[in-house]
């Protein structure tokens, strides 16, 4: 009879043992606050990295897209509305980035402090909703270029599949594996921007194809609200990519990092995405966007393009991680119920509904990109601007972070969603959109309108809330 040890030698090792170890890296922590004695992140570095890799991808050359033939911008103008309004909406997630460390809160956990217990929740749909429109606008650039490449072998669907899929992948596992992949993930896309932009350089004609300071100043506003937008749209997870580091790191450096990792690459690659659209190719391009001006710039290499076509299309993996991993932590802010749910199930989730809506929309990428920008900004505006006024001028920087999850320790609330309903009256007011155009919108420019909807909901949010917050506070005592 065969010995019974050499018969169980003789079988494949069992794959639970490597399943159980790939299912513990994913990380469990989710909302809760991380204790200061476990917070081991000590490359501050990463706060430059994280956001240069989510920026520095072709999603960022379609906003450049943009200026000429949606706004009507000359290179000047298109370039100082994009210097301005890019750093004005990069402010207020550098500073937020500072808080990760100080509090050991997830952002949208410290908006509880001061929007409220319900208010939060509130808030938090609308950062779900955003990350779900961020990541879909990112599986449909990316899918735009590999049909291209594959000359439809690869069709729209299984380019948003592909994406989605290597994004939730490194989603899932969580902080530490998001910041390792984002840490290296600009190198490759780095060089081929760079040899994009020298290689097509010859072929753009800035000047020659219209004057310099071309645009009013109702299209230097209104392209200003959407790069505004996009900028703007990281402030709502700013401090998730900082929590794991220590109390005493430096606020300067992080604020610092941060500004420069969302700023340098956005204003880079809209300024490049802009005379992409001055090559004479660009009218042909159908349909007319980012990915496919990429496309057509790195043709002439032949295989050589193709290969740093299909990085560059995969390097929207680097500009979505964030927003799914966010998503996830997002969704356990809405309740108890919804934090008995891992994080990791909620990432996934998420990924499902980006990747149905990305499927839905693939006809419609201007109008998407435009019409979603312009939300980032209508609502992250006034979010932010209670946020900072609570910060510096309601409670001078004082915060209790023991008291994240205690409801009745927290504000009513009540003053700061006030605030946002005086906020999106002044959207009302100041749109100027495709599907609506306010009244004040109307009448500053007739008959098209100018876009002043953020900034109306900035200014009487703020103003709102500071009346507001010491009524609020005196009535409930918190």
């Known amino acids: 009879m065969e010995n019974s040890d050499d018969r169980s030698g003789s079988h494949p090792p069992s794959p639970v043992p490597a ?14 606050r991380v204790p200061a004695s476990q917070r081991h992140h000590l ?24 200026a000429r033939p949606v706004f009507h911008m000359g290179f000047w103008t298109g370039t100082s509305s994009m210097v301005f309004f890019t750093a004005l909406g990069t402010v207020p997630a550098a500073f937020f980035a500072t808080l990760g460390p100080r509090l050991g809160l997830r952002q949208m956990t410290i908006s509880r402090f001061s929007f409220g217990w319900i208010g939060a929740k509130i808030m938090a749909l609308f950062n779900i909703l955003s990350c779900i429109g961020w990541s879909a606008v990112g599986v449909l650039i990316a899918a735009q270029i590999l049909a291209r490449l594959s000359r439809g072998g690869i069709p729209i669907t299984g380019g948003v599949l592909l994406v989605a899929t290597l994004t ?16 290296y993930a600009w190198l490759p896309m780095a ?23 071309a645009g009013s100043a109702a299209d230097w506003i209104s392209y200003g609200g959407v ?35 969302i700023f340098l690459p956005c204003v880079l690659l809209e300024i490049l995405g802009m ?19 990429v496309a057509l710039a790195f043709h002439p290499l032949g295989i050589l393009g193709t290969v740093l076509l299909t990085v560059l299309a995969l390097s929207m993996v680097a500009n979505n991680i964030p927003n799914d991993y966010s998503l996830g932590l997002s969704m356990q802010v809405l309740g108890q119920r919804f934090r008995r749910t891992p994080r ?64 009745s320790a927290l504000p009513r609330g009540w003053a700061a969603l006030s605030a946002m309903g005086a906020g999106f009256l002044g959207v009302f007011l100041g749109a100027a959109q495709s599907l609506f155009t306010g009244p004040l919108a109307r009448w500053l420019n007739p008959p ?17 809330y500071l009346l507001l917050r010491p009524l609020e506070k005196r009535m409930a005592g918190r």
């Open 275 to 293: 005379g992409l659209t001055t090559i004479r190719y660009a009218k042909s391009a159908a349909p007319r966007g980012g990915g496919t001006l």
């Open 227 to 261: 790069v505004f937008g996009a900028a703007i749209g990281w402030s709502s997870y700013a401090s998730d990519y900082t929590v794991n580091q220590p109390e005493d790191t430096s606020r300067r450096r992080i604020f610092g990092l941060t500004f420069a990792g």
């Open 191 to 213: 060089a081929i921007f760079l040899l994009l932009a020298i290689t097509c350089a010859p072929e753009m004609r800035l000047f020659a194809s219209g004057p310099a300071f």
């Open 19 to 32: 399943l159980q170890r790939l299912a513990r890296s994913i990380e469990q922590r989710g909302i809760e």
């Open 344 to 407: 990791a199930v909620w990432t996934f989730l998420g990924a499902v509904g980006y990747v149905t809506i990305a499927l839905l929309a693939a006809h419609h990428f201007d109008v998407l990109l435009e019409n979603f920008l312009f939300l980032m900004a209508y609502w992250l505006g006034p979010w932010c601007i209670i946020l900072i006024l609570d910060h510096f001028w309601i409670r001078r920087g004082g915060y209790d972070p023991d008291h994240w999850d205690t409801r």
């Open 448 to 464: 098209h309108g100018v876009d002043v909807g953020f900034e109306l909901a900035a200014i009487l949010a703020g103003l709102t």
């Open 168 to 183: 939730t992948v490194v989603s899932i596992y969580g902080y530490r594996y998001v910041h390792l992949y984002e840490r």
């Open 43 to 66: 490359n501050v570095l990463d706060n430059f990295t994280l956001w240069l890799s989510a920026n520095l991808v072709i999603s960022t050359v379609a906003l450049g897209a943009l």
